[in-house]
């Protein structure tokens, strides 16, 4: 992409409504603008990047025996007064009325709807286990939308469903999903502690948040000192059996707000640490809470009816976006890491016009995307130190710096940006030398 004619409305200064970095560096970095309180459009470069964790959420899911299915945004507000939570859902739900007078809503979760397709087609136990997922906007009237996209009203959610007979099938189907999310967050770079959680409106009695550690955090938490050091996961065999990866993380002490255990907690002692965290997922049992209400039942193996045992399963895949920008950046920007940057490369000619380097940038460019490298360049006829700011402000992994006095003596700037380390570091090299360190 050229960014002379990218749509990238970069800011200069720094918005005041924002008051969190995630949301500061989104706005500046054009990626978001917002519509009305909590309801944002994504612009190209955000989009990009939601696009890039939606599909690595989607292809753990799919990894893990999940289909995916596509429900729609407006529901009957009927099947929410079979199961009861018309009235309990509250003034969260947005309630609208079609041009006949019937009541419908804009989805803020979707167990209802999943249990009515269910009902309608799966009549015998044989038809199970099933695991249906979607990738859908939802609504909730938050009564203080705040943070940008980390707590909006008009949200993208993965939530995925599972139908099992008993309860040791959803036991399994809830492993299942427990180490889909292990994975989904390590391939976005980011540490995410599982808590026993309180499940709140949706119902049941086992539960887990996700959450991702960050100074900026909504919630407080406190862990065994070993969630936060790396090498403990070296003993835990993810692509192994589930209940002893399941059973690795959750023997640890993790709580938040709410779920804290005073006596668990002093007995860690020095072990225990406690910092801020962003929630990222949540998952629930709740057996046959809706499927019981909502008449959802099966034949079971030895003739007689049975209620199906359920689970369901959240990743807010717009707030990861916010959650991995409050983990990885520094003052410049954002650091992104490789797997959800919006480009891999950012190429910068410093001095468009310059036959040379534009030559030089010209065949660069088509090189780069001729090996499927994603590639932004920076062909704008802009100062060097307005281009080195955007490009910061961006966070792309790889800088390459082409300018007349390097091609000279035949070599170009690389600058890596590690987001574990938190640094982003220069170096000169050769062209080659820097194409066949970016291309790896
Ligand atoms: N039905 C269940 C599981 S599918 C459910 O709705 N769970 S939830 O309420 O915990 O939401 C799932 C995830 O969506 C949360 O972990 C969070 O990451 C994200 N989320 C929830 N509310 C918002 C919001 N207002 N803005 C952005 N993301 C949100």
Same mark, same amino acid.
């Given at each position: 992409?050229?960014?002379?004619?990218?749509?990238?409305? $970069?800011?200069?200064?720094?918005?005041?409504?924002?008051?969190?970095?995630?949301?500061?560096?989104?706005?500046?970095?054009?990626?978001?603008?917002?519509?009305?309180?909590?309801?944002?459009?994504? *612009?190209?470069?955000?989009?990009?990047? @939601?696009?890039?964790?939606?599909?690595?959420?989607?292809?753990?899911?799919?990894?893990?025996?999940?289909?995916?299915?596509?429900? +729609?945004?407006?529901?009957?507000?009927?099947?929410?007064?079979?199961?009861?939570?018309?009235?309990?859902?509250?003034?969260?739900?947005?309630?609208?009325?079609?041009?006949?007078?019937?009541?419908?809503?804009?989805?803020? $979760?979707?167990?209802?709807?999943?249990?009515?397709?269910?009902?309608?087609?799966?009549?015998?136990?044989?038809? *199970?286990?099933?695991?249906?997922?979607?990738?859908?906007?939802?609504?909730?009237?938050?009564?203080?939308?705040?943070?940008?996209?980390?707590?909006?009203?008009?949200? @993208?959610?993965?939530?995925?469903?599972?139908?099992?007979?008993?309860?040791?099938?959803?036991?399994?189907?809830?492993?299942?999903?427990?180490?889909?999310?292990?994975?989904?967050?390590?391939?976005?770079?980011?540490?995410?502690?599982?808590?026993?959680?309180?499940?709140? +409106?949706?119902?049941?009695?086992?539960?887990?948040?996700?959450?991702?550690?960050?100074?900026?955090?909504?919630?407080?938490?406190?862990?065994?000192?070993?969630?936060?050091?790396?090498?403990?996961?070296?003993?835990?065999?993810?692509?192994?059996?589930?209940?002893?990866?399941?059973?690795?993380?959750?023997?640890?002490?993790?709580?938040?707000?709410?779920?804290?255990?005073?006596?668990?907690?002093?007995?860690?002692?020095?072990?225990?640490?406690?910092?801020? !965290?962003?929630?990222?997922?949540?998952?629930?049992?709740?057996?046959?809470?809706?499927?019981?209400?909502?008449?959802?039942?099966?034949?079971?193996?030895?003739?007689?009816?049975?209620?199906?045992?359920?689970?369901?399963?959240?990743?807010?895949?717009?707030?990861?976006?916010?959650?991995?920008?409050?983990?990885?950046?520094?003052?410049?920007?954002?650091?992104?890491?490789?797997?959800?940057?919006?480009?891999?490369?950012?190429?910068?000619? *410093?001095?468009?016009?310059?036959?040379?380097?534009?030559?030089?940038?010209?065949?660069?460019?088509?090189?780069?995307?001729?090996? !499927?490298?994603?590639?932004?360049?920076?062909?704008?006829?802009?100062?060097?130190?307005?281009?080195?700011?955007?490009?910061?402000?961006?966070?792309?992994?790889?800088?390459?710096?082409?300018?007349?006095?390097?091609?000279?003596?035949?070599?170009?700037?690389?600058?890596?940006?590690?987001?574990?380390?938190?640094?982003?570091?220069?170096?000169? *090299?050769?062209?080659?030398?820097?194409?066949?360190?970016?291309?790896?």
């Amino acid at each position: 992409m050229r960014l002379s004619v990218y749509f990238l409305p $970069t800011l200069k200064e720094t918005p005041s409504e924002a008051s969190i970095v995630s949301h500061r560096l989104m706005l500046r970095s054009g990626m978001i603008r917002q519509s009305s309180a909590g309801i944002y459009s994504w *612009l190209p470069l955000g989009l990009r990047v @939601l696009k890039k964790i939606e599909r690595i959420v989607r292809e753990e899911q799919d990894r893990a025996g999940a289909q995916e299915v596509l429900m +729609p945004t407006i529901q009957p507000a009927d099947l929410w007064r079979e199961s009861g939570r018309y009235d309990a859902y509250g003034p969260e739900m947005l309630r609208i009325k079609d041009r006949h007078d019937r009541d419908m809503l804009y989805g803020p $979760t979707n167990e209802e709807l999943i249990t009515e397709i269910l009902r309608g087609s799966v009549k015998s136990y044989k038809d *199970l286990p099933k695991n249906l997922y979607h990738i859908q906007w939802k609504f909730r009237d938050e009564v203080r939308p705040r943070f940008g996209i980390m707590r909006g009203r008009e949200f @993208l959610m993965k939530d995925a469903y599972s139908f099992d007979l008993d309860y040791e099938g959803a036991k399994r189907s809830y492993n299942k999903m427990f180490v889909a999310y292990l994975r989904t967050f390590e391939r976005m770079g980011l540490k995410a502690i599982p808590m026993k959680a309180d499940s709140g +409106p949706i119902g049941g009695d086992l539960s887990h948040e996700f959450v991702i550690l960050a100074d900026t955090g909504e919630s407080e938490v406190a862990c065994h000192k070993d969630f936060l050091d790396n090498d403990w996961l070296k003993d835990v065999d993810i692509d192994g059996g589930l209940q002893p990866t399941v059973d690795a993380f959750t023997e640890k002490y993790a709580a938040t707000d709410g779920e804290r255990d005073a006596a668990k907690e002093k007995e860690l002692g020095g072990d225990l640490v406690t910092a801020r !965290g962003i929630e990222v997922g949540h998952i629930f049992y709740f057996g046959t809470k809706y499927s019981e209400a909502m008449n959802c039942r099966v034949m079971g193996p030895d003739g007689g009816e049975a209620a199906l045992e359920m689970g369901s399963y959240g990743i807010g895949v717009s707030r990861l976006v916010g959650a991995v920008i409050e983990a990885f950046h520094d003052d410049d920007g954002i650091i992104w890491p490789e797997s959800v940057a919006p480009f891999k490369v950012g190429l910068i000619n *410093l001095k468009v016009g310059d036959a040379e380097c534009d030559k030089s940038c010209e065949n660069i460019y088509a090189m780069l995307q001729d090996h !499927g490298v994603e590639v932004l360049y920076d062909d704008r006829e802009e100062r060097a130190g307005a281009k080195f700011a955007d490009m910061d402000l961006i966070g792309l992994p790889w800088q390459l710096v082409v300018g007349p006095r390097g091609l000279k003596q035949g070599v170009v700037e690389v600058k890596f940006s590690d987001h574990k380390a938190n640094t982003r570091a220069k170096e000169e *090299l050769p062209l080659e030398a820097a194409l066949k360190r970016i291309m790896v």
